[in-house]
């Protein structure tokens, strides 16, 4: 069974840094999507960045390009998200979420539903 456990949130001022950590367990990396998702209090779960561990492609909203790099530790079977330059609205839970890459179902890119296995989530909170 696979297993998503997020690490790395925390409070930080505007204009600051995090690294989010997501430690995946049970399988390796390289049969899964791995996305980032962020719930803000009163708000629909949304999707962040992507990262299509078999071929390497990373995917990112728009409000966040430029500011946030997803990555991979394949010693660690590991996947980061390194947020920079934080801002208010990037407050809320942070989740990883994998799909498994060999299913046949349609993948849509940030749809909570397209995922199969989360993680417990970590708080970002970006204020002053």
């Known amino acids: 069974q696979l297993q998503l456990v997020e690490s790395g949130g925390g409070l930080v001022q505007p204009g600051g840094s995090l690294r989010l950590s997501c430690a995946v367990s049970g399988n390796t990396l390289d049969y899964f999507a791995i996305a980032w998702f962020r719930q803000a209090p009163g708000k629909e779960r949304e999707g962040v960045s992507c990262l299509n561990n078999n071929d390497g492609t990373a995917y990112y909203i728009d409000f966040v390009k430029g500011r946030f790099t997803i990555s991979r530790d394949n010693a660690k079977n590991t996947v980061f998200l390194q947020m920079n330059d934080l801002k208010p609205e990037d407050t809320g839970v942070y989740y990883c979420?994998?799909?498994?890459?060999?299913?046949?179902?349609?993948?849509?890119?940030?749809?909570?539903?397209?995922?199969?296995?989360w993680g417990q989530g970590t708080q970002v909170t970006v204020s002053s």
């Open positions: 979420a994998a799909r498994d890459l060999t299913s046949s179902s349609t993948w849509y890119l940030y749809r909570p539903s397209s995922y199969d296995h």
